[in-house]
């Protein structure tokens, strides 16, 4: 067996290699004038080697990555070469071998996978009633790959030290790129326009607020369960510099959707909270207050205009365009929907807009609910629920089992909530981190079954 998977490997490593040559020879003759790339090629077949022997290295990075998206582009290449587009094929293609080989084994059936991969089957039957289809086919190719990130992910990082591993590289992720914002902040005082800071991602300021709750509650559950003073304190830094790095995007609905989770954490882990505890989580969130800006104020309390049907700001005043819009496509399409990722197409026309200043203006809906009724319908709407439930009941499954993971449930679940609420406010339905949150739920009944066999052993 040794000997089989040990050829094999070294098989797929050249395999690998000459593909991470080629797509570096295709980047720097793209750039013409910058063929300095080419010298990356021995580094890169020593990454294609190392990342095939350890896939769960290439995910770590590609991890890493996803708040700090800026890091993750080719300078001067296309946009769409990107690193993303190295590493998981690289992790994919070392998991699938290694399957056949028997390096990884198969995971139990679980009722989170057959919701993933039903959602993302309707959604290519789909292609085929698209209002446009070529748009339809790109948004399925995308979803398609966030289903394989989470293939992936859930697969290679069970065993408990990987597990470890990734949670910590999304949390220390997530605090760098906080710190994007709080240092890039400091140079943007003096400008009288409102500037949202999104760190080192190329996102918008909602999905970015929301992206750095997974790891608030991660650093949250570490700075409860770590054992010396030196790694609490740590953790708890790293809280607070989140905490101000979702401040810095001037997000309302980040802000709401933290408090909403972070009231549920409170009832949640009500029980494992010690009177140190309290004061440490009073003392960060005082201090985020203190130093949240006051724009951050200003622009929560216009907020009330939705209530009182007085709406001023373009924002919201959009948002609820948007919702208008949504219901005329529903009622043209409400069982199968208008096709996956058309929602943007038809926004602009004639026959769904409300808005004459806004015919011919694409548009997502802000809002995931509105996005999957619309282009999947009910059918859609459905299945996205229930991936949504299977994955929350999975969490808090593993939370109520009082195992060594419970820290990790709660605060995967929390994270869950988190985007479950956001999705009121935003698309997140090719989110990476929303992904990546379903997929370590995912982990988690597996980490529970190999502690009981080890008991048992």
Not at 47 to 76: E, N, R, S, T, Y
């Amino acid at each position: 067996m040794t000997m089989r998977v040990t050829s094999g490997g070294l098989a797929t490593v050249l395999i690998l290699s000459f593909a991470v040559v080629v797509m570096i020879i295709l980047g720097s003759l793209a750039l013409q004038d910058k063929p300095h790339y080419l010298l990356a090629l021995p580094a890169a077949v020593a990454v294609a080697a190392l990342c095939f022997a350890q896939p769960q290295l290439a995910l770590l990075l590609l991890v890493m990555l996803i708040p700090m998206d800026l890091f993750a582009k080719f300078a001067g290449t296309a946009k769409l070469f990107t690193l993303y587009k190295v590493l998981l094929p690289l992790a994919l293609g070392a998991l699938l071998i290694g399957r056949f080989s028997g390096r990884f084994k198969p995971l139990a059936p679980h009722p989170l996978d057959r919701w993933v991969l039903a959602w993302i089957a309707l959604n290519c039957a789909l292609i085929t009633v698209a209002h446009d289809r070529p748009e339809a086919l790109n948004f399925v190719r995308r979803l398609a790959s966030m289903g394989l990130l989470y293939f992936v992910l859930s697969r290679l990082f069970v065993e408990a030290s990987w597990n470890s591993r990734l949670q910590k590289t999304i949390v220390y992720a997530g605090a760098v790129s906080a710190l994007f914002s709080i240092v890039l902040s400091g140079n943007a005082q003096g400008d009288p326009d409102l500037v949202r800071m999104t760190g080192a991602a190329d996102t918008s300021p909602n999905i970015f607020g929301v992206s750095l709750i997974p790891p608030l509650m991660l650093a949250g559950a570490f700075a409860f369960r770590t054992a010396p003073a030196a790694g609490r304190m740590g953790y708890s830094a790293v809280c607070l510099v989140l905490l101000i790095g979702i401040a810095l995007t001037y997000s309302r609905s980040a802000v709401l959707v933290l408090m909403v989770s972070g009231m549920v954490g409170v009832w949640l882990w009500r029980h494992q909270l010690s009177s140190r505890h309290w004061v440490g989580m009073g003392v960060i969130v005082v201090i985020a207050l203190l130093l949240a800006p006051t724009q951050l104020w200003d622009r929560i309390a216009s907020l009330g205009q939705a209530a009182s049907g007085e709406v001023f700001d373009y924002s919201l005043w959009r948002r609820t365009n948007y919702v208008k819009v949504a219901a005329n496509m529903f009622e043209s399409s409400p069982i199968f929907g208008i096709g996956p990722g058309n929602f943007i197409l038809l926004h602009g026309m004639a026959e769904y807009q409300t808005e004459p200043s806004l015919i011919g203006l694409p548009r997502q809906p802000h809002n995931a609910y509105l996005q999957v009724t619309t282009e999947t319908g009910l059918v859609g709407l459905a299945f996205f629920l229930g991936t949504l439930s299977a994955a929350l009941l999975a969490a808090l499954g593993a939370y109520r089992q009082d195992g060594p993971e419970r820290w990790q449930a709660g605060a995967l679940f929390l994270a869950l909530i988190a985007y479950t609420i956001m999705g009121l406010f935003s698309h997140l339905l090719l989110d990476k981190t929303f992904w990546t949150v379903l997929a370590m739920i995912r982990i988690l009944p597996e980490r529970a079954r190999f502690q009981q066999s080890t008991v048992q052993q």
